[in-house]
Structure formats: C-alpha cells, structure tokens
C-alpha cells in the first residue's frame, strides 16, 4: 500500500510539473507561429494607352503585357517601350549640321509594385510615365522636338477581367486627350 501511494505522489508531481511547463510554453510558441502567407497567383496585365480626339474616340492606340505574381518575390514588374531622340547641342558645323547631340527617352514605362488581392480584386502600387513628340508644327527656328510627357502616380484598385481607366488627361496642344488602360485577367 505504501508502493502505491509513493507511486501516486510521483504521478501527480509529474502531471504537476508538466502542467505548469505547458502553461508557460504558449507566450514562446505564439511568437515562434508566423501568420500564414496566402497562396500566390499570376495575373496578366493588359495595358492599353489611346490618345482620344476632340470627339473623345480613340485616334492612335499602343497595348502592352506582363505578367506579375502575388507572391513576395514576384509583386513587382517593370514595362519599357520607346526610342532615345536625338537632340543637337553645342556648336554647329558652317553649314548648320550640329557636332554633338544629346539623346533623351521617349515611350512609356509601367512600373507596378505591391501587388496583392484584396476582396477578389488586384491592388497595385502604379508609376505611368507617358511620353511623345509632338506631331504639329515646331514654332521655334531651330527645330528641336517638342516632347509631351505624362507621369501619374498612384494605388490602383484592379477588378478582375474588367478594362478600366486608371489615368486620363486633357492634352494641353490640342482638344483631345489621353488615357491608360488596365485589365487584369488571373491565370490558371
């Protein structure tokens, strides 16, 4: 009888001891346990930029792609396009030919950063930089192009498989004007 009630008394010290180191544990255990990251998914981005007329259709119209993931390592992407213009500086030849030149970027660059989702639709961070030469007449006697730029910066709040304008702006030169298009559109 005296075994028993000594075996007793080490079961319940033991079941004791354990308690207590269990019910310490959960302050250590809850700052070792990391939210759950959501799962990644891909989305296309479809960007279309139109210059609209007087009469607000479309005139001229460029559509650019990519791709760009949820994920940590992949919610960011960058889109260039365009061409370097030449334009003269310095001293010119005798017959007016300039000698050197300096060269500046014309086109468009996306650049979309945070993407993520948000009650079923695509948040995204988004730097438009549009830029063009002027089609009319230089009113100065040297020539030198006329750049028109657009820079728009902004979050974005994308629904799914939807064109929607994410940026418009009045032309200064002219009654029409220009837009950018986004449509995300999930892959499978």
Not at 97 to 105: H, I
Not at 172 to 181: I, N, P, W
Request: with cysteine; hydrophobic share 40%; proline share 7%.
């Amino acid at each position: 009888m005296r075994k028993l009630t000594v075996l007793y008394v080490l079961l319940f010290a033991t079941a004791f001891c354990c308690t207590k180191a269990v019910a310490q544990q959960p302050s250590n255990q809850s700052e070792s346990v990391k939210a759950a990251e959501p799962p990644s998914h891909y989305f296309h981005l479809d960007f279309v930029v139109q210059e609209l007329g007087a009469d607000s259709k479309p005139v001229n119209s460029r559509s650019y792609s990519v791709t760009v993931g949820t994920a940590r390592e992949d919610r960011s992407v960058s889109l260039r396009a365009g061409s370097r213009i030449p334009i003269p500086t310095g001293p010119s030849t005798s017959t007016g030919t300039p000698l050197s030149f300096q060269y500046m970027d014309v086109g468009i660059n996306f650049d979309v950063h945070d993407v993520h989702e948000v009650n079923g639709k695509l948040a995204v961070n988004l730097v438009a930089d549009v830029s063009s030469l002027a089609t009319e007449a230089r009113p100065n006697a040297l020539n030198v192009p006329i750049v028109r730029n657009n820079r728009w910066q902004a979050p974005v709040l994308l629904p799914l498989n939807k064109s929607t304008v994410v940026f418009t702006s009045d032309a200064l030169d002219t009654k029409g004007s220009m837009q950018v298009l986004i449509t995300a559109t999930p892959l499978q």
